[in-house]
């Protein structure tokens, strides 16, 4: 059963912030909120994490809300190598399910010129 | 590099033929994990290994699947009998520690079974 509900598509003019939005409304008080995305014929590749604080690193931006129940993940410039489907998935630490990530079908961003 | 590496990267069989991928993680990663993607869907977990101990199977993993990781190191991930439902990219991870939040995904064995 997914955890985690994302739009199907959605486009973003390059140099903009990318907004993507996740419903994990069931999410578990020890479950972490992670993103992934995968370029076309390329293995995924781990974005970003959080549980319960807002998370910033050098490819994105995590904003949880306060009942946890959704996230959004913040591309804020885009480029055209963003390009890609971008996965919300959450894990529980520190369970047997840990680590074993559950992918749903993700959104999948075009980026255009 | 130092990435996952895959290989084959693709491979085309006949229905009820035997394939072998090979998964070689990140020196040092003692968790692995292979996962299965299909087109339009996102990955489904298969199996994961701590060091050489097999900890988990999806029940997706039929009995015509095997996994090993002899000493820890590279994995295999066996498909006897091949059927055409099995052509799928087949995805090998890593990570370190059974804390590590970042998974290492591999490139991909892209299967086809004719």
């Known amino acids: 059963d997914a955890k985690t509900t994302q739009p199907t598509s959605m486009d973003c003019a390059e140099g903009r912030a990318a907004n993507l939005p996740c419903n994990h409304s069931?999410?578990?008080?020890?479950?972490?909120v992670y993103w992934y995305r995968q370029i076309h014929s390329q293995g995924p590749q781990y974005i970003i994490h959080?549980?319960?604080n807002n998370e910033t690193n050098e490819m994105a931006s995590l904003i949880i809300t306060e009942d946890r129940k959704s996230s959004t993940l913040i591309l804020p410039h885009a480029t055209l190598r963003d390009t890609a489907v971008y996965y919300c998935?959450?894990?529980?630490?520190?369970?047997?399910?840990?680590?074993?990530?559950?992918f749903g079908a993700g959104t999948q961003v075009v980026v255009t010129p | 590099d130092t990435g996952v590496s895959q290989d084959p990267r693709h491979k085309i069989t006949k229905r009820g033929q035997n394939v072998t991928f090979r998964c070689d993680p990140i020196?040092?990663?003692?968790?692995l994990y292979w996962y299965r993607q299909t087109l339009g869907q996102g990955p489904e977990f298969l199996t994961y290994?701590?060091?050489?101990?097999?900890?988990?199977k999806s029940r997706l993993l039929s009995d015509r699947f095997s996994a090993e990781r002899p000493k820890g190191s590279f994995s295999t991930l066996e498909i006897q009998r091949t059927e055409q439902g099995d052509s799928a990219m087949y995805l090998c991870?890593?990570?370190?520690?059974?804390?590590?939040?970042?998974?290492?995904f591999g490139p991909g064995t892209r299967l086809t079974v004719t």
């Open positions: 991870a890593s990570s370190i520690g059974t804390s590590s939040y970042e998974q290492y």
């Open positions: 069931t999410i578990s008080g020890n479950e972490y």
């Open positions: 959080g549980l319960k």
């Open positions: 998935i959450v894990s529980a630490a520190g369970t047997d399910s840990w680590g074993k990530l559950q």
């Open positions: 020196s040092e990663h003692n968790r």
């Open positions: 290994f701590q060091n050489e101990a097999q900890l988990e």
